[in-house]
Structure formats: structure tokens, C-alpha cells
């Protein structure tokens, strides 16, 4: 039942599109989901995929072109008559899906595209849809929707309903509306079959229905559809009239691609890309952390140099510099993950900041304790030497307790700011901890062997 | 309409619960979804919570220990009999949250609440549910679904439906089956509605409908349910029989998971905690990673002790150490977590490995270029040495250069031997790449030198 591309499959259906074998070419995809269809299309090279993708019937077409890859997809388009798309695909596909589309065209082509789209209602919601941004509730919802005047009753309800689900895909919620537009409620489905059909939509609808506004941030609309386990959120304006709905499937890309995101920038990487990206697009994401890093390394030299003398008395002195500074980088970015996540996650509850520096403290002493008598014992006993076993050991519990509490501090006083806690989990702290490490390393150094 | 929780609130609730004031508590809470009241519930403290929670009408209560964190949940099941647990609480529950709670109790309690259920076909649901592991798509099932056999009308389905409706909150698919109850397809609440009543089902149902066995990984039906946007999917056992089915918000949950457990790996965090959790569990969580690290930085001091005589002549090699190591470790971070995240989206492709190693090479060699031409400079003019110039900027290349090579090569064979390569993003990953630097470093800096 689900599909597995392989290399067999793809030299197979590339040998047909290369004969022009229509009949071949459909009786292989002939089965396949549009998703699948895309995945085939993004490791086509361009030609062959334009040549499979003429194949395929229009209706199809237009659900593929949703799913595939935003840079083939870029290509398809450029080399398709503003006039080709709007009829053949446009036409085809719900408002938000179109509205996307759309709005990666050049200036230009959107206003043709939109003219030449025969449903003047469809164009006019896609205008709409294009106006909002794209991490907004608006840049995610869609037009479609089935709703019903609470005035009704449940047989006229049952028969608009019939009406209304012709054009929809999939019906997740009926909403409820007065003679306004104005959002009243809901009412399931189940709800619809079980009353008689002489009953009022007001008698036996439910009121209490969780809405957003357009402006609404799209990581706020994934964090109450999660929250409240909603398959669909309706949005309405400021009048709280019912304009759009949104969906569970849009909202669980939200949520991957927010989790993409932190997990990226805490790897110092700036941008959101992918292993399959061009290699210079990776190079460019990667390289401000690193830049980042070699600024730090470039202090943590001067620091060091304040000390030459020192080592060049003390050589041994240099040999624990590495160990200092990466387990500072280590116990920042542990502490400051935890706290990203808890932001992340609203699960921070009411307690204060002063708690979980408090925690935070307990457990720097505990882990920093257990790490700098493990490395006491290995530096006496091994290096035999008491004030390097006194002074690595002491810098060590010192940097881990200290790299807890930036770790922790850091990412709350971006967030107090409107600033991207996450920004703090990458680079940024291991830098930040591996030059305070390094510094109260060689100033204890320095007391201990004066 | 959306609760915000406050400590206002918390304090006049608190207060109304303390004066057993149950007209004022109800007026609170009259409003809120179970989630907000388990919120509110995690926020007091053991013995406010669990007067207050008295106070909840039964099948609300019932609702409201679903979402109760499992820590909190265990102290209230504690303190109620196992008839009371069985007739007050899981009689009112989906089966598939009965059999979560149930399986969180102590092996015995287990025994009795399920002899307490009242209902034999529930009892019966939940021990068959309580047999799966919970990372399958057995433990993310529930057993309640509609269903229409395909030799009915649908007029018969209409009635049927209304029938089993009665017991489903939410109606997402209704799956069609032949007369042994073997899954044949799906078929929509609209096209039920929109078909004439004397009409077969056999003859309008969809027969193309994705399945999965109770004993596939959680994690695969999350990507098939996210890839192919289901809002729910149905379970099957061997012989293709209807079994059970797995709705969208269990599988937001999983999703969120993934992505955390990853973050935190990669963060240096070996267990599943979070900021709230009790600060020995925070320590024994980030522990593991630190003694890795020590472990790293032990090793890094032998190989600098290698090169003591070196430093005592040019202690300005050990201004670098940091440098080195630290963009040793960057590189290897992001170059990781790349190779991480495509594999856990399965947004790899077909391109083999030696692909993926070529253009990393490419972005090892432009980012490897730009730092250490930087550096060079710096070293250069203002260390006004030739010699440590070339040093610190061929081994800053060389880093560069392997700790991205290492990065990819690392978690792609941990996954090729079926360990989770999110394992290598930490401070594995790193601490490999800091040694490596270092010796590097040393070992350039040495025939420099010589």
C-alpha cells in the first residue's frame, strides 16, 4: 500500500517518459499519491521531470505542484504561460494552497496569474490570503469551510451542508454563524445525524469554540491546536466574523519546522536549510557561528597571552586548557537547552526565575562537584602535582557552576527581550563559556602557583 | 475565550477550595477545558490539588487526569481505591487513555481496577491495548472507530452510524469492512450525504486507504500520517481486520517528542526531563555527557603533554588551544546535525553517501578557507609570527576540513547499524573533534617548528 521509491523504479519510469510511453508512464504512477509523485519529481533531473509531469492529468498535477519541492516547483512554473497555471492548476487547488503558490511568483506574473483565474470569488479570496504574512494564523488558513446559520433548522442544514461539502475535501467542523458571519459556535457532524430534522441549529449547537484573529502567530495557532487537540481552528476578523479555518496537517508543519529551527540554531547553523541544499547555501548558513567562534578563540588567545610567562614556567598548565573550556561550552549549552524548551513548550509554569537559578545552582554543585574530584584524583594521582590536582579542580567547579547559571540566564533575558531564545544555545554560549572558562582557569592558576 | 493561568486566580481558587466553598470553585473552573484545569492542577500543591480535583464532577475529573502530568496523576491514583479508579474514572475514558493510566499503575493495583470495570467489552479492550509496547502504533491506538460493513446501504450505514456515534466524541473516518471484518476502505461522512440511501456501500466506498499493524514503530506511523496529511489512520492485525485507529493528536505528541529528544541529545541531555523536573534528575540527566567530556579533555591533556618541551619554547602555541578546539568541535556540530535532521525526516533521497561526503568536503574547504585566511592575518599582524601564522591557520583548515567529514561520516554509520545517530550530535561529536584538533595543532605546529 505505501510507496517505496527505489533506483529500479526511477530507471524504469524515466526509460518510459524517455519512449513517450504514456501508457507505461501511468500504469506506473498509476496508483501513487501526489506526495509520492512529488518525491519521484524532486530526483528527476529537470528535464525528465517536465516531461513525466506533462504526462499527468491536470487535477493530479495541481495536487502535486502543492507537494513538491518549493525550488523544482519555482522551475515548473517559470516554464508554464501565466495563463496555463491559473486554469490547469490554480483552478484546481484550495485557497491556501494557491495563495502559497502565488505568492513565490515574480511580481509580474502573480498579477497575471490572478487575472486569469475564472472564479472571480477564488481570485478574490486569494488576493485576501496573499495579504497576510506567512507566520500569521492568515498565512495559514484556508477560505473553505462548511458553515451554518444558527437560524436553521437541521433538515435546511443537512441539505446546505450537502451543498457546501461538494467542493471540500474534508469536512473537520461545522461551524455555526448568525445572519452577521459572526462565529457562534459549533456543531459536530455526529450532532447533525442524531437530532430530528425539525430542531434549530440555536437549540443544540455548542458555544464554547476556541478562535484566532489573522495577526494570531502561527506558533501560537500549533500551540493551542496541540494544546486543546483541535483537528481545525476557524479564524475570524476583528469583528469576529468567520473568514477562514485552519488545519491540523498545516499546523503540524508549523511545529516540525519550529522544532527544525531551534535544533539548527543550537548546532550553529543561521538559516533554514537541508543536507540536500547547494553546497554554498550550507557553507553560507554555517559559517556567522563559525565566525562567531573564531572571534571567541581569538579572545580566549588574548587571555591566555596575559598568562605567558606563567606558562612558560608551568607547561603543564596549558595541557587542561581544552578540558576547561569544553566542559564550560558543554554545561551552558545543556542548561540553556532546558530552559529553550521549556519557552518553547509554555511548560515553565508560574514559577519564577529565582527558582530555577536556585536549580539550576544545585545542580552545578552537584555535577561540578562529582567532575572536579574525579579530575582532582586523575591530576594528583597522575600528573602529581598538588596545585595543578587544586587548580584544575577548582576552575573546574567553578565553570560549571557559572556556565549553569549563564546557561540559564541567558536564554530568559533574551526572551524577556522579543529576542529568539534559541539564538543562545548554539555558538553563542559554548564561546561565551570556553573564554569565561579559560579566564577563571588561569586567574586561579595564576593565586595558586604566585 | 482562550484561559491564561494566573497567580491571581491560583490564589482566589486556592482560597475557595481552603473554605470548601464549592458554589465559588465551580463559578472558577465553570468554564475550562479539562487541560487548563490539569494545568492549574500541577501548579498547587499536593494536598490543594487534590481537594480541589475532589470537587470536579466524575466524567469531567476523568478528562481532566488524561492530561494530568504523570508524576502528579501517580500521587492522585495513589490515594483512591482501585474500585473507585475503575467505576468513577476509566468506565468514563477513550480505551486508549484507560489503558496509558492503567499501565502506569504497580503490577496488582493493575489487576484489581481492571476486575472493577463494569463494562466486560472495555476490560477486554484495555488488556489487549495494555499488551503493546508503547513506542508502536498498538500503544498509540484506541479501539473506539465506526465502521459500515460493505454489503449495506446506506441507509442502513446512516443508522448504523448514528448508533455507533453515540460513543465517539469526534468522527474522523468512517472505514468500510467486508462480513469478517477485514478492512476493505474508507468512505467519507460527505459522500455518505451526498448518496442516494439505497445505494451499496460496495459500490461508492474508497478503496485506497493506508494501514498500518500494531507492531510498527511509532515514529513511522508519525511520518506516514505527516506525510500523507491523515488525520487519523486505521490499525489492522496479520490477517488485515480492523483492529483499532490512531488519530492526528496522539501523533502531534509523538512528533514533538522526536524533535525533543534530539534537541537534547544533541544539547548533552541523555534522559527525557524537562526544566521542571526535580534537580537530581536534572543532574543524572547531564551527567552522562560530562564525564564524556572530561573523558575527552583527559585525553586532550596527555596529547598537549606530549608537546611540553614545545610550549616551554613557544608558549604562544598554547594561546590557540581554544581556537582549535572549539571550531574543531562547531564544525563537527553542524555538519552532524545536518546528516541528523535529514535522516529523521527521510528527506535524504536516493543520493548515496559518497555524495553527501563530496559537498561537505566542498563546504569544509570554503569554510575552511575563509577562517583560516582570517586567522592567518590576525596571527600575522599582531602575533608578528610567521611561523604560529601557519600554524594556526593550516591547522584551522585541517579541522575545518575533517571535523565536517567526521560530522557526516559519524551519524551516518551509527544509523546504518541501527543506533540513533541524534547520539553523535552531542558532546560526542565534539569531544572527538576537540582531540582531534588538538593533535592536529600540535603535530603541524611541532614540524614548523622543528
Known amino acids: 500500500m505505501q510507496f517505496q521509491l527505489t533506483k529500479e523504479f526511477l530507471e524504469q519510469l524515466n526509460n518510459a517518459v524517455a519512449e513517450n510511453a504514456e501508457k507505461e508512464v501511468m500504469r506506473l504512477v498509476n496508483e501513487l499519491h501526489p506526495v509520492d509523485v512529488a518525491e519521484i519529481l524532486d530526483e528527476q533531473n529537470l528535464e525528465q521531470a517536465q516531461a513525466f509531469f506533462n504526462f499527468l492529468p491536470k487535477e493530479f498535477a495541481a495536487d502535486v505542484l502543492v507537494e513538491l519541492d518549493e525550488e523544482r516547483r519555482e522551475k515548473f512554473l517559470e516554464a508554464l504561460s501565466s495563463q496555463e497555471i491559473a486554469e490547469h492548476f490554480i483552478d484546481n487547488m484550495d485557497s491556501d494552497d494557491a495563495a502559497d503558490i502565488i505568492g513565490e511568483l515574480s511580481?509580474?506574473?502573480?498579477?497575471?496569474?490572478?487575472?486569469?483565474?475564472?472564479?472571480?470569488?477564488q481570485a478574490s479570496d486569494i488576493l485576501k490570503l496573499l495579504d497576510y504574512h506567512g507566520d500569521t494564523a492568515g498565512g495559514l488558513m484556508t477560505?473553505?469551510?462548511?458553515?451554518?446559520?444558527?437560524?436553521?433548522?437541521?433538515n435546511t442544514c443537512l441539505k446546505e451542508l450537502k451543498k457546501q461539502a461538494e467542493e471540500l475535501e474534508r469536512v473537520y467542523t461545522v461551524y455555526v454563524v448568525d445572519d452577521n458571519n459572526v462565529l457562534k459556535g459549533r456543531i459536530s457532524l455526529r450532532r447533525l445525524l442524531l437530532t430530528p430534522g425539525t430542531k434549530k441549529v440555536i437549540d443544540i449547537y455548542e458555544s464554547d469554540i476556541l478562535s484566532v484573529t489573522p495577526d494570531v502567530d502561527d506558533e501560537h495557532v500549533a500551540m493551542l491546536m496541540d494544546k486543546y487537540d483541535l483537528v481545525s481552528i476557524p479564524v475570524v476578523d476583528e469583528l469576529n466574523r468567520l473568514i477562514g479555518r485552519i488545519t491540523i496537517d498545516d499546523v503540524v508543519?508549523?511545529?516540525?519546522?519550529?522544532?527544525?529551527?531551534d535544533y539548527q540554531l543550537a548546532s550553529g547553523i543561521s538559516e533554514n536549510i537541508e543536507s540536500s541544499d547547494k553546497f554554498w547555501i550550507i557553507s553560507r548558513a554555517r559559517l556567522p557561528w563559525l565566525l562567531v567562534g573564531l572571534l571567541g578563540g581569538i579572545v580566549g588567545s588574548k587571555i591566555i597571552g596575559i598568562y605567558?610567562?606563567?606558562?612558560?614556567?608551568?607547561?603543564e598548565m596549558a595541557f587542561f586548557i581544552p578540558l576547561i573550556a569544553a566542559m564550560g561550552g558543554n554545561v551552558g549549552v545543556q542548561s540553556s537547552a532546558l530552559i529553550v524548551q521549556g519557552l518553547a513548550n509554555k511548560s515553565m509554569g508560574l514559577t519564577g526565575i529565582w527558582s530555577k537559578?536556585?536549580?539550576?545552582?544545585?545542580?552545578?554543585?552537584?555535577?561540578?562537584?562529582?567532575c572536579s574530584i574525579l579530575i582532582f584524583g586523575y591530576t594528583f594521582f597522575f600528573q602529581e602535582s598538588l596545585n595543578l590536582a587544586v587548580t584544575v579542580s577548582t576552575a573546574l567547579l567553578s565553570v560549571i557552576f557559572f556556565a549553569g547559571i549563564f546557561g540559564t540566564l541567558i536564554p530568559l533575558l533574551l526572551h524577556k527581550y522579543k529576542i529568539d531564545p534559541a539564538l543562545a544555545t548554539g555558538p553563542f554560549i559554548t564561546t561565551t563559556n570556553d573564554i569565561f572558562g579559560i579566564f577563571i582557569y588561569f586567574f586561579i592558576g595564576y593565586l595558586m602557583y604566585a
Chains 1, 2 share one sequence.
Open 308 to 315: 605567558e610567562g606563567e606558562i612558560q614556567l608551568h607547561p
Open 357 to 370: 537559578l536556585g536549580k539550576e545552582m544545585l545542580v552545578g554543585i552537584m555535577n561540578g562537584l562529582v
Open 253 to 261: 508543519d508549523v511545529i516540525k519546522e519550529e522544532a527544525e529551527k
Open 143 to 154: 477560505n473553505e469551510l462548511i458553515s451554518v446559520n444558527w437560524n436553521w433548522d437541521i
Open 107 to 121: 511580481e509580474e506574473k502573480r498579477g497575471e496569474v490572478i487575472a486569469h483565474i475564472e472564479d472571480l470569488e
